[in-house]
């Protein structure tokens, strides 16, 4: 298997461009399948994610071609209504089950996977279409759902803003009968980016005060052409090498409006950033100080930004507690930072300025971190995305060697991650072990 050797105790500095987010341009993919007609996008980052999302469309009848980073996607009929046996799980496969269910009246899919951070059910996306008229059996393989004619428009209040049942909800309710709306919806970047690729599309919706999002369904849609945005979390992926290392990093394409908070946190921790008019310059002047996060649902501190933060913060002097509300079990990766020195402590409690809904669980969702601490080099095991891309920055400050292995999670959720290193100053190698 694959392995990443990082040779640490390097100061990053250069320029670097982000691609496009992977988190937003799977669900466009998806949404392709809602109509008959071409569908082109725009600044689709080649990875494994996205190579994913391709097998699952062209697994149901839609004829995928590329040219560099644009997408061309042509469902003119639906081939098939099952999408089981992908050479690759993953939760994307999920949301193909709206479009299915509109062009088919049938949609099979395999038992939700992805990253190991801690269960992603899927009874809000049931709960969901279930409420729309669809009827489920669940099987050893998967989920298969059906519908007597058209799915028809409800009001949907959500316990939680989850992306994914609100992609879920959209996806139903642009072709549903009558009107939907989504109470408590999420209204993250990648979101609002879904509500104007299917405004393209021919639908109706609109985004309303109070994460409310309001959708009169149509008989039909047609083709569009979409961009996907920067992936805003590689930009603060290469934000916390930049803090960690002491060094300085201009992310180009990096988005002002999608960062606000996290450039809050920059300047609180003692960091230090410049927004220029294609991209934000992040860097290291006087070194960093402890401070307190709590994760959040979109415009809060996002739980994809806590892993690479968590490293940059075990340089910093002082001590730092992280609140993840988001996640139950999202701490799992610092047991490998503590090998490699780091003083980091879990708790059960919520260590934030609200009690979240985690509060009186068995989970460990607070982290207490003792800063200014020497990190030495280690054998890793990538377990995921988010964690992957910690122990990269982690090896980036430690002193000696580090050999990542499980890199295919990397390859999945970060296009190009060793020309870009490369092009920062660092010595990485990839290795067949």
């Not at 519908?147 to 139903?172: C, F």
């Not at 109070?210 to 603060?236: K, Y």
């Not at 180009?252 to 908070?261: P, Q, R, S, Y």
């Not at 920059?266 to 310059?281: F, K, N, P, S």
Request: net charge negative; with cysteine.
């Amino acid at each position: 298997m694959p392995t990443f050797h990082i040779h640490g105790g390097q100061v990053l500095r250069g320029t670097v461009e982000l691609s496009g987010a992977k988190n937003a341009a799977s669900k466009m993919m998806i949404a392709s399948l809602l109509t008959d007609e071409p569908v082109v996008i725009d600044n689709v980052p080649r990875q494994e994610e996205t190579g994913i999302t391709q097998e699952i469309v062209e697994r149901v009848g839609s004829r995928v071609s590329w040219d560099d980073h644009q997408a061309i996607l042509h469902a003119s009929s639906i081939a098939s209504t099952s999408v089981v046996g992908l050479s690759r799980k993953n939760r994307i496969s999920i949301l193909a089950l709206a479009p299915l269910l509109h062009r088919a009246g049938e949609g099979i899919v395999p038992v939700v996977g992805g990253d190991k951070i801690g269960p992603r059910p899927v009874n809000f996306h049931v709960d969901i279409l279930s409420r729309m008229g669809a009827r489920f059996e669940e099987g050893a393989e998967g989920y298969r759902a059906s519908v007597q004619g058209r799915l028809r428009g409800v009001l949907i209040e959500l316990p939680y803003p989850s992306v994914g049942a609100t992609e879920t909800a959209m996806l139903a309710g642009v072709l549903a009968q009558g009107r939907t709306v989504i109470r408590n919806a999420a209204i993250e970047p990648e979101i609002i980016e879904l509500v104007k690729m299917l405004q393209k599309m021919g639908a109706i919706i609109e985004v309303g005060l109070g994460r409310e999002i309001e959708i009169v369904g149509v008989e039909h849609l047609g083709g569009c052409r979409a961009r996907v945005i920067p992936d805003r979390i590689e930009a603060v992926s290469y934000a916390c090498m930049a803090l960690g290392t002491r060094g300085e990093i201009f992310v180009k394409h990096a988005v002002h409006d999608h960062l606000i908070t996290f450039l809050n946190t920059v300047r609180r921790m003692g960091g230090a950033y410049e927004v220029q008019d294609d991209g934000i310059l992040f860097k290291t002047v006087n070194g960093l100080r402890g401070i307190e996060i709590e994760t959040d649902t979109h415009p809060g501190f996002m739980t994809d930004w806590q892993q690479p933060l968590t490293v940059a913060l075990t340089q910093a002097t002082g001590t730092s507690v992280i609140h993840e509300t988001v996640y139950e079990d999202r701490f799992g990766y610092t047991e490998v930072l503590r090998e490699m020195g780091a003083d980091i402590t879990l708790f059960n409690n919520c260590l934030g300025e609200i009690p979240c809904r985690f509060r009186g669980m068995n989970c460990r969702h607070s982290a207490v971190i003792n800063g200014s601490r020497m990190l030495k080099a280690a054998h890793i095991e990538v377990p995921d995305i988010r964690a992957g891309l910690a122990f990269v920055i982690a090896a980036l400050v430690a002193d000696g060697t580090s050999v990542l292995s499980g890199i295919e999670h990397l390859d999945r959720g970060y296009e190009r991650l060793e020309e870009k290193l490369r092009h920062l100053g660092v010595s990485i190698e990839r290795k067949s072990d």
